[in-house]
Protein backbone atom coordinates (compact mmCIF):
# COMPACT_ATOMS: atom_id res chain seq x y z
CA UNK A 1 0.00 0.00 0.00
CA UNK A 2 1.65 3.23 -0.88
CA UNK A 3 2.07 6.04 1.70
CA UNK A 4 0.42 9.13 1.94
CA UNK A 5 2.88 12.20 0.94
CA UNK A 6 3.45 13.55 4.80
CA UNK A 7 6.36 14.31 6.77
CA UNK A 8 7.47 11.87 8.87
CA UNK A 9 8.86 12.84 12.39
CA UNK A 10 9.02 9.86 14.53
CA UNK A 11 10.66 8.17 17.69
CA UNK A 12 11.82 4.62 16.55
CA UNK A 13 12.60 2.55 19.55
CA UNK A 14 14.42 -0.61 19.02
CA UNK A 15 16.53 -2.79 21.23
CA UNK A 16 16.58 -0.12 24.04
CA UNK A 17 18.26 2.52 21.34
CA UNK A 18 16.30 5.75 20.18
CA UNK A 19 16.30 6.95 16.54
CA UNK A 20 15.54 10.45 15.67
CA UNK A 21 13.96 10.94 11.93
CA UNK A 22 13.62 14.23 11.24
CA UNK A 23 14.46 14.44 7.41
CA UNK A 24 11.05 14.57 4.93
CA UNK A 25 10.29 11.22 3.62
CA UNK A 26 8.67 12.02 0.17
CA UNK A 27 5.88 9.74 -0.92
CA UNK A 28 5.25 8.49 -4.41
CA UNK A 29 2.71 10.26 -6.23
CA UNK A 30 -0.34 7.58 -7.01
CA UNK A 31 -0.73 6.78 -11.08
CA UNK A 32 -2.41 9.41 -12.77
CA UNK A 33 -5.89 8.37 -14.58
CA UNK A 34 -5.96 9.34 -18.00
CA UNK A 35 -7.97 12.35 -17.76
CA UNK A 36 -5.10 13.43 -15.14
CA UNK A 37 -2.59 12.25 -17.55
CA UNK A 38 -4.49 14.40 -20.67
CA UNK A 39 -4.29 17.68 -18.27
CA UNK A 40 -0.60 16.90 -18.20
CA UNK A 41 0.41 16.48 -22.18
CA UNK A 42 -2.09 19.41 -22.58
CA UNK A 43 -0.40 21.84 -20.36
CA UNK A 44 3.12 20.99 -22.00
CA UNK A 45 1.54 21.73 -25.70
CA UNK A 46 -0.27 24.81 -24.62
CA UNK A 47 3.03 26.29 -23.33
CA UNK A 48 4.43 24.97 -26.34
CA UNK A 49 2.63 27.34 -28.42
CA UNK A 50 2.57 29.81 -26.03
CA UNK A 51 6.48 30.26 -27.18
CA UNK A 52 5.00 30.99 -30.61
CA UNK A 53 2.33 33.49 -29.89
CA UNK A 54 4.35 35.38 -27.61
CA UNK A 55 2.08 33.84 -24.49
CA UNK A 56 4.81 32.25 -22.84
CA UNK A 57 8.34 32.80 -22.49
CA UNK A 58 9.48 29.10 -21.20
CA UNK A 59 7.66 26.04 -21.17
CA UNK A 60 9.89 24.71 -18.30
CA UNK A 61 7.45 23.43 -15.75
CA UNK A 62 7.04 21.61 -12.53
CA UNK A 63 5.88 18.78 -14.68
CA UNK A 64 8.70 18.12 -16.66
CA UNK A 65 11.95 15.43 -15.56
CA UNK A 66 14.90 17.57 -15.49
CA UNK A 67 15.94 15.45 -18.45
CA UNK A 68 13.24 17.59 -20.35
CA UNK A 69 13.50 20.47 -19.01
CA UNK A 70 17.01 20.90 -20.15
CA UNK A 71 16.17 19.66 -24.16
CA UNK A 72 13.56 21.75 -23.90
CA UNK A 73 15.64 24.53 -22.82
CA UNK A 74 17.67 24.52 -25.83
CA UNK A 75 14.84 24.33 -28.16
CA UNK A 76 13.56 27.46 -26.90
CA UNK A 77 15.81 29.88 -28.02
CA UNK A 78 15.03 28.64 -31.63
CA UNK A 79 11.00 28.80 -31.12
CA UNK A 80 10.98 32.34 -30.08
CA UNK A 81 13.69 33.26 -32.96
CA UNK A 82 10.90 31.47 -35.45
CA UNK A 83 8.36 33.93 -33.95
CA UNK A 84 10.15 36.69 -34.31
CA UNK A 85 10.12 36.00 -38.22
CA UNK A 86 7.21 34.87 -38.55
CA UNK A 87 5.74 38.06 -36.95
CA UNK A 88 7.86 39.94 -39.85
CA UNK A 89 5.55 38.39 -43.04
CA UNK A 90 2.46 40.08 -43.95
CA UNK A 91 0.31 37.96 -41.66
CA UNK A 92 1.83 39.08 -38.23
CA UNK A 93 2.68 35.96 -36.99
CA UNK A 94 0.14 34.46 -34.21
CA UNK A 95 -1.31 36.23 -31.20
CA UNK A 96 -3.37 33.12 -29.12
CA UNK A 97 -3.25 29.51 -29.53
CA UNK A 98 -5.89 27.11 -28.99
CA UNK A 99 -5.36 23.50 -28.17
CA UNK A 100 -6.94 20.28 -28.16
CA UNK A 101 -5.75 17.34 -26.76
CA UNK A 102 -7.17 13.29 -27.24
CA UNK A 103 -5.26 10.88 -25.38
CA UNK A 104 -5.36 7.21 -26.93
CA UNK A 105 -3.64 3.94 -26.10
CA UNK A 106 -2.12 4.01 -22.87
CA UNK A 107 0.35 1.78 -21.43
CA UNK A 108 1.32 1.23 -18.03
CA UNK A 109 2.79 -2.10 -17.86
CA UNK A 110 6.38 -0.93 -17.00
CA UNK A 111 7.34 -0.13 -13.73
CA UNK A 112 7.93 3.27 -13.09
CA UNK A 113 6.93 4.34 -16.61
CA UNK A 114 3.43 5.16 -18.62
CA UNK A 115 3.74 5.80 -22.12
CA UNK A 116 0.82 7.65 -23.80
CA UNK A 117 -0.05 8.56 -27.24
CA UNK A 118 -2.31 11.69 -28.11
CA UNK A 119 -3.72 13.36 -30.85
CA UNK A 120 -2.91 17.28 -30.87
CA UNK A 121 -5.02 19.62 -32.84
CA UNK A 122 -4.36 23.06 -32.14
CA UNK A 123 -5.51 26.77 -33.96
CA UNK A 124 -2.57 29.81 -33.93
CA UNK A 125 -4.53 33.01 -34.51
CA UNK A 126 -2.87 35.31 -36.96
CA UNK A 127 -2.31 38.96 -35.76
CA UNK A 128 -2.81 41.30 -39.09
CA UNK A 129 -5.02 39.08 -41.17
CA UNK A 130 -7.94 41.69 -42.46
CA UNK A 131 -11.57 40.54 -41.71
CA UNK A 132 -12.55 42.28 -45.31
CA UNK A 133 -14.47 40.44 -48.09
CA UNK A 134 -12.47 39.52 -50.90
CA UNK A 135 -14.15 40.47 -54.16
CA UNK A 136 -12.54 37.67 -55.97
CA UNK A 137 -14.65 34.51 -53.52
CA UNK A 138 -16.82 36.75 -51.66
CA UNK A 139 -15.40 35.08 -48.50
CA UNK A 140 -13.23 36.92 -45.98
CA UNK A 141 -9.37 35.26 -45.17
CA UNK A 142 -8.82 32.87 -42.79
CA UNK A 143 -8.19 34.25 -39.04
CA UNK A 144 -5.91 31.26 -37.74
CA UNK A 145 -4.57 28.40 -39.27
CA UNK A 146 -3.84 24.90 -38.02
CA UNK A 147 -2.42 21.47 -37.25
CA UNK A 148 -3.19 17.73 -36.55
CA UNK A 149 -0.15 15.94 -34.63
CA UNK A 150 0.29 12.89 -33.22
CA UNK A 151 2.99 12.55 -30.08
CA UNK A 152 4.16 9.70 -28.14
CA UNK A 153 5.14 10.42 -24.77
CA UNK A 154 7.54 8.76 -21.69
CA UNK A 155 5.93 9.58 -18.16
CA UNK A 156 8.00 8.84 -15.19
CA UNK A 157 8.61 9.34 -11.89
CA UNK A 158 11.06 11.93 -10.27
CA UNK A 159 10.94 13.78 -6.79
CA UNK A 160 7.82 11.83 -6.07
CA UNK A 161 5.58 12.93 -9.09
CA UNK A 162 4.76 11.58 -11.95
CA UNK A 163 6.66 14.06 -14.90
CA UNK A 164 6.81 14.00 -18.72
CA UNK A 165 10.67 12.42 -19.24
CA UNK A 166 10.04 12.55 -23.60
CA UNK A 167 8.22 13.56 -26.25
CA UNK A 168 8.20 12.56 -30.02
CA UNK A 169 6.09 14.42 -32.23
CA UNK A 170 5.28 12.11 -35.68
CA UNK A 171 6.46 14.45 -37.89
CA UNK A 172 7.20 13.60 -41.69
CA UNK A 173 10.76 15.11 -42.63
CA UNK A 174 10.03 15.84 -46.23
CA UNK A 175 7.10 18.56 -45.29
CA UNK A 176 7.21 21.40 -43.54
CA UNK A 177 6.44 21.00 -39.83
CA UNK A 178 4.25 23.15 -37.76
CA UNK A 179 5.88 26.47 -35.86
CA UNK A 180 5.59 24.74 -32.83
CA UNK A 181 7.97 22.48 -33.80
CA UNK A 182 10.60 24.73 -36.09
CA UNK A 183 13.25 23.61 -34.32
CA UNK A 184 12.97 20.29 -36.03
CA UNK A 185 14.94 20.25 -39.50
CA UNK A 186 13.38 19.56 -42.56
CA UNK A 187 15.30 16.41 -44.20
CA UNK A 188 14.98 16.02 -48.12
CA UNK A 189 11.59 14.81 -49.53
CA UNK A 190 10.88 11.71 -50.12
CA UNK A 191 9.84 11.76 -53.61
CA UNK A 192 6.58 10.35 -54.59
CA UNK A 193 7.31 10.82 -58.17
CA UNK A 194 6.47 7.89 -60.50
CA UNK A 195 7.08 9.60 -63.70
CA UNK A 196 6.15 7.28 -66.85
CA UNK A 197 5.69 8.00 -70.07
CA UNK A 198 5.46 11.20 -68.81
CA UNK A 199 4.52 15.07 -70.31
CA UNK A 200 5.96 18.20 -69.10
CA UNK A 201 4.54 19.58 -65.85
CA UNK A 202 3.37 23.03 -65.35
CA UNK A 203 5.54 25.93 -65.95
CA UNK A 204 7.31 27.05 -62.26
CA UNK A 205 9.60 29.67 -61.16
CA UNK A 206 12.20 29.44 -58.59
CA UNK A 207 10.43 31.31 -55.21
CA UNK A 208 9.41 34.33 -56.10
CA UNK A 209 9.66 37.66 -53.95
CA UNK A 210 6.61 38.94 -52.23
CA UNK A 211 4.21 40.05 -54.30
CA UNK A 212 4.01 43.33 -56.01
CA UNK A 213 1.96 45.93 -54.17
CA UNK A 214 -0.70 48.03 -56.10
CA UNK A 215 1.63 51.17 -55.36
CA UNK A 216 5.07 49.29 -56.92
CA UNK A 217 4.76 49.82 -59.89
CA UNK A 218 5.72 46.03 -60.81
CA UNK A 219 3.98 43.83 -63.48
CA UNK A 220 1.02 46.47 -63.43
CA UNK A 221 -1.34 44.39 -65.44
CA UNK A 222 -4.33 43.24 -64.15
CA UNK A 223 -5.08 40.34 -66.37
CA UNK A 224 -6.31 37.03 -64.67
CA UNK A 225 -8.15 38.61 -61.45
CA UNK A 226 -11.75 37.11 -62.37
CA UNK A 227 -14.36 37.22 -59.30
CA UNK A 228 -15.11 33.15 -59.41
CA UNK A 229 -18.92 33.90 -59.40
CA UNK A 230 -17.91 35.82 -62.81
CA UNK A 231 -15.97 33.09 -64.18
CA UNK A 232 -18.45 30.11 -63.80
CA UNK A 233 -20.43 31.66 -66.11
CA UNK A 234 -17.97 31.37 -68.88
CA UNK A 235 -17.46 27.40 -68.50
CA UNK A 236 -19.99 24.84 -69.59
CA UNK A 237 -19.28 22.63 -66.51
CA UNK A 238 -17.54 24.32 -63.71
CA UNK A 239 -15.74 22.25 -60.73
CA UNK A 240 -17.86 23.14 -57.56
CA UNK A 241 -15.21 24.85 -56.10
CA UNK A 242 -16.78 25.58 -53.20
CA UNK A 243 -17.44 21.99 -52.32
CA UNK A 244 -13.68 21.71 -52.87
CA UNK A 245 -12.94 24.08 -49.86
CA UNK A 246 -15.72 22.02 -47.84
CA UNK A 247 -14.29 18.69 -48.70
CA UNK A 248 -10.47 20.44 -47.41
CA UNK A 249 -11.72 22.13 -43.99
CA UNK A 250 -13.80 18.64 -43.34
CA UNK A 251 -10.52 16.71 -44.09
CA UNK A 252 -7.30 18.45 -43.70
CA UNK A 253 -6.81 16.15 -40.33
CA UNK A 254 -8.13 17.90 -36.68
CA UNK A 255 -9.43 15.68 -34.69
CA UNK A 256 -13.44 15.29 -34.65
CA UNK A 257 -14.76 13.25 -31.35
CA UNK A 258 -13.90 9.32 -32.10
CA UNK A 259 -13.85 9.71 -35.76
CA UNK A 260 -10.37 9.56 -37.90
CA UNK A 261 -8.12 11.93 -39.30
CA UNK A 262 -8.40 10.53 -42.68
CA UNK A 263 -11.74 9.83 -45.12
CA UNK A 264 -11.92 6.60 -44.58
CA UNK A 265 -13.17 5.51 -48.76
CA UNK A 266 -9.71 6.44 -49.67
CA UNK A 267 -6.29 4.86 -48.28
CA UNK A 268 -3.74 6.73 -46.58
CA UNK A 269 -0.49 7.23 -48.21
CA UNK A 270 3.26 7.55 -47.15
CA UNK A 271 3.01 10.88 -48.53
CA UNK A 272 -0.29 11.79 -48.94
CA UNK A 273 -0.40 15.45 -50.20
CA UNK A 274 -1.40 14.63 -53.87
CA UNK A 275 -4.34 11.66 -52.30
CA UNK A 276 -5.82 14.58 -50.31
CA UNK A 277 -5.89 16.90 -53.16
CA UNK A 278 -7.09 14.02 -55.67
CA UNK A 279 -10.28 13.77 -53.05
CA UNK A 280 -10.53 17.51 -53.17
CA UNK A 281 -11.04 17.94 -56.71
CA UNK A 282 -12.81 14.89 -57.57
CA UNK A 283 -15.24 16.14 -55.03
CA UNK A 284 -15.07 19.33 -57.18
CA UNK A 285 -16.69 17.49 -60.16
CA UNK A 286 -13.90 16.49 -61.67
CA UNK A 287 -13.98 13.01 -63.75
CA UNK A 288 -11.83 10.34 -63.30
CA UNK A 289 -10.46 9.09 -66.94
CA UNK A 290 -8.45 5.48 -67.52
CA UNK A 291 -8.32 2.02 -66.31
CA UNK A 292 -5.79 -0.19 -64.36
CA UNK A 293 -3.95 -1.25 -67.37
CA UNK A 294 -2.95 1.83 -68.08
CA UNK A 295 -2.18 3.76 -64.79
CA UNK A 296 0.96 4.85 -65.54
CA UNK A 297 0.15 7.17 -69.05
CA UNK A 298 0.27 10.67 -68.53
CA UNK A 299 -3.08 11.29 -69.84
CA UNK A 300 -5.31 9.01 -66.92
CA UNK A 301 -6.60 10.06 -63.46
CA UNK A 302 -8.26 7.90 -61.34
CA UNK A 303 -8.39 6.07 -57.88
CA UNK A 304 -8.44 1.83 -57.56
CA UNK A 305 -10.58 1.19 -54.41
CA UNK A 306 -8.93 -2.56 -55.08
CA UNK A 307 -5.12 -1.50 -53.90
CA UNK A 308 -2.22 1.05 -55.22
CA UNK A 309 -1.73 -1.19 -58.23
CA UNK A 310 -5.25 -0.33 -59.91
CA UNK A 311 -4.93 3.47 -59.39
CA UNK A 312 -3.19 6.10 -62.14
CA UNK A 313 -0.03 6.92 -61.19
CA UNK A 314 -1.55 10.64 -61.05
CA UNK A 315 -3.88 10.08 -58.60
CA UNK A 316 -0.91 10.20 -55.56
CA UNK A 317 2.41 11.20 -57.24
CA UNK A 318 2.76 15.31 -57.29
CA UNK A 319 4.80 15.43 -60.20
CA UNK A 320 2.72 13.46 -61.75
CA UNK A 321 -0.51 15.03 -60.98
CA UNK A 322 0.68 18.17 -62.26
CA UNK A 323 1.38 16.52 -65.28
CA UNK A 324 -2.47 15.29 -65.81
CA UNK A 325 -3.92 18.38 -64.36
CA UNK A 326 -1.92 21.22 -67.11
CA UNK A 327 -1.82 18.90 -69.70
CA UNK A 328 -5.15 16.87 -69.46
CA UNK A 329 -8.30 17.62 -67.25
CA UNK A 330 -9.41 20.44 -68.88
CA UNK A 331 -10.45 22.29 -65.79
CA UNK A 332 -6.90 24.27 -64.96
CA UNK A 333 -5.04 26.99 -65.99
CA UNK A 334 -1.71 27.68 -65.58
CA UNK A 335 -0.61 31.01 -63.58
CA UNK A 336 3.61 31.47 -63.38
CA UNK A 337 3.72 31.39 -67.62
CA UNK A 338 5.77 34.40 -68.25
CA UNK A 339 4.82 36.12 -64.82
CA UNK A 340 7.20 35.58 -61.81
CA UNK A 341 4.88 36.72 -59.66
CA UNK A 342 2.05 34.68 -60.88
CA UNK A 343 1.54 32.62 -58.03
CA UNK A 344 0.29 35.38 -55.77
CA UNK A 345 -2.77 34.80 -58.57
CA UNK A 346 -3.81 32.32 -57.08
CA UNK A 347 -7.42 32.12 -55.72
CA UNK A 348 -8.92 29.46 -53.20
CA UNK A 349 -9.71 26.60 -54.69
CA UNK A 350 -6.80 26.68 -57.10
CA UNK A 351 -3.55 23.93 -56.75
CA UNK A 352 0.74 24.53 -56.13
CA UNK A 353 3.17 22.61 -56.65
CA UNK A 354 6.77 22.93 -55.43
CA UNK A 355 10.32 21.07 -55.90
CA UNK A 356 12.03 22.22 -52.56
CA UNK A 357 15.46 23.16 -52.96
CA UNK A 358 15.50 24.02 -56.35
CA UNK A 359 17.84 24.71 -57.58
CA UNK A 360 21.33 24.19 -56.45
CA UNK A 361 20.54 21.41 -54.10
CA UNK A 362 17.85 19.51 -56.32
CA UNK A 363 17.78 16.11 -54.15
CA UNK A 364 15.55 14.32 -57.19
CA UNK A 365 18.35 15.10 -59.52
CA UNK A 366 15.54 15.58 -62.81
CA UNK A 367 13.59 18.70 -61.28
CA UNK A 368 10.37 16.30 -60.23
CA UNK A 369 7.69 18.53 -58.07
CA UNK A 370 7.88 16.87 -54.60
CA UNK A 371 4.70 18.43 -52.36
CA UNK A 372 1.24 19.27 -53.83
CA UNK A 373 -0.72 22.06 -51.97
CA UNK A 374 -4.16 23.49 -52.09
CA UNK A 375 -5.10 26.42 -52.09
CA UNK A 376 -7.82 27.22 -49.36
CA UNK A 377 -8.09 31.22 -48.07
CA UNK A 378 -6.93 34.53 -49.92
CA UNK A 379 -6.22 38.05 -48.23
CA UNK A 380 -6.34 40.93 -51.53
CA UNK A 381 -4.29 44.16 -50.52
CA UNK A 382 -7.35 46.75 -48.53
CA UNK A 383 -5.86 49.70 -50.35
CA UNK A 384 -6.92 47.94 -53.68
CA UNK A 385 -9.01 44.81 -53.19
CA UNK A 386 -9.32 43.91 -57.02
CA UNK A 387 -5.44 44.17 -57.61
CA UNK A 388 -4.60 40.58 -58.84
CA UNK A 389 -2.15 39.67 -56.65
CA UNK A 390 -2.65 38.65 -53.18
CA UNK A 391 -1.38 40.34 -50.10
CA UNK A 392 -1.04 36.39 -48.32
CA UNK A 393 -2.33 33.19 -49.29
CA UNK A 394 -3.39 30.16 -46.93
CA UNK A 395 -2.50 26.80 -48.06
CA UNK A 396 -4.44 23.01 -47.25
CA UNK A 397 -1.96 19.62 -47.03
CA UNK A 398 -0.88 16.76 -45.67
CA UNK A 399 2.11 15.58 -44.34
CA UNK A 400 2.18 17.11 -42.46
CA UNK A 401 -1.20 17.82 -42.23
CA UNK A 402 -1.71 21.41 -41.81
CA UNK A 403 -4.90 24.11 -42.17
CA UNK A 404 -4.87 27.20 -43.81
CA UNK A 405 -0.79 27.92 -43.35
CA UNK A 406 0.33 31.28 -44.85
CA UNK A 407 1.83 31.12 -48.14
CA UNK A 408 4.95 33.76 -47.11
CA UNK A 409 5.85 31.26 -43.96
CA UNK A 410 6.18 28.10 -46.33
CA UNK A 411 8.19 29.86 -48.80
CA UNK A 412 10.34 31.97 -46.33
CA UNK A 413 11.01 29.08 -43.87
CA UNK A 414 14.82 29.42 -44.20
CA UNK A 415 14.64 32.58 -44.80
CA UNK A 416 16.08 34.20 -47.87
CA UNK A 417 18.62 31.59 -49.04
CA UNK A 418 16.98 29.07 -49.78
CA UNK A 419 15.86 28.42 -53.79
CA UNK A 420 12.33 26.58 -54.07
CA UNK A 421 11.01 25.78 -57.62
CA UNK A 422 7.12 26.74 -57.53
CA UNK A 423 4.36 25.81 -59.72
CA UNK A 424 0.24 27.18 -59.72
CA UNK A 425 -2.92 26.45 -61.48
CA UNK A 426 -5.98 27.80 -61.59
CA UNK A 427 -9.15 25.67 -61.36
CA UNK A 428 -12.15 26.20 -63.29
Known amino acids: MRASHRTLAALCITSGLTFSLSSPVLAEEAEPSDSAISDIIHSYLQSRAGLITGETDSEQGSRFTSKLTHELGAQEGKLRAHRDQLRKLPFGGHRDAEVQVRVGKVDRSGSGVIRARAAETTKLFFRS ?66 TAK ?50 ADRWWGQVPDSQEFYNPEFRKYGNDCTNFFSQIILRGGLEPVGYWWNRTDPDVWF ?126
Do not use: C
Not at 215 to 224: I, M, V
Not at 316 to 325: E, G, Q, S, T
Open 198 to 247: SDKPAPRVERPNSAPTPDSGATPNRQGFTPRAEEAKTVAAPLDWLAMLAY
Open 303 to 428: YGPSGEGFTAYSWAAAHNNAVYMYNFSGHTRDLVAGDPYGVWKAQPADVMYVNWDHPPNDPNGEGNLDHTMFVSGREAYPEDPTWPYAKEIFLTYHTNNRHNVPLTSVMFRDGWSNKDGWSALHTF
Open 129 to 194: VSTTVDPATGLTPPQHEGYSLTHDFVLRTEDGRWKIDSTTPHLDGSALPPPTQADKTMKAPQNDTV
